[in-house]
């Protein structure tokens, strides 16, 4: 079982006190996946939220059966998997690849919902903390979408002109 301690590593849930963290800890599971092993895949049933204790996460989006592009990376103390919270989710959006042995907590997504939905302080701070993370993947989606736009070569001759 995971402590209080284990879950402030986590930098959402380090903003909760705690008390809270507390009521968290009998609903997280710790898994241990090998280097290359996938967390999930795009359009499995998105039913957990991750948080990465050890290792590191690639986030990835097949193109076809021969390009996979990564989209994104997650750190150890950082949550992946956040298409589980949102009402009427069904799948994820992207893979989630081991790039190398990882440690992961999880949550079932009903379990959360029930401590959050008796919890309204810690639900607030909790939801805040996930809207913070989904902006931060959001501008570096964006960031890196303009930077592919601006290195294709039609499209430089169009901004020097």
Known sequence: MVS???LKQIVMLGYLNDEMREKLTPIVDVLNFDEQEAVFTEAQKADRLFMLRRGKILLEKRMS???TVSVGAVKPGYVFG???MFDGASAYSS???CAEPCEV???RTKRI??????NPEMGYIFNQRLM?????RLDHRTTQF???IQNHPEIQGLIED
């Open 113 to 118: 919902q029930k401590i959050l939905d008796n």
């Open 65 to 67: 059966d021969k390009i």
């Open 132 to 136: 913070r993370t989904l902006k931060s």
């Open 146 to 148: 303009l930077r592919a």
């Open 105 to 107: 907590f999880s949550m």
């Open 95 to 97: 893979d989630a690849i």
């Open 82 to 84: 956040w298409s589980a």
């Open 4 to 6: 209080k301690e284990d």
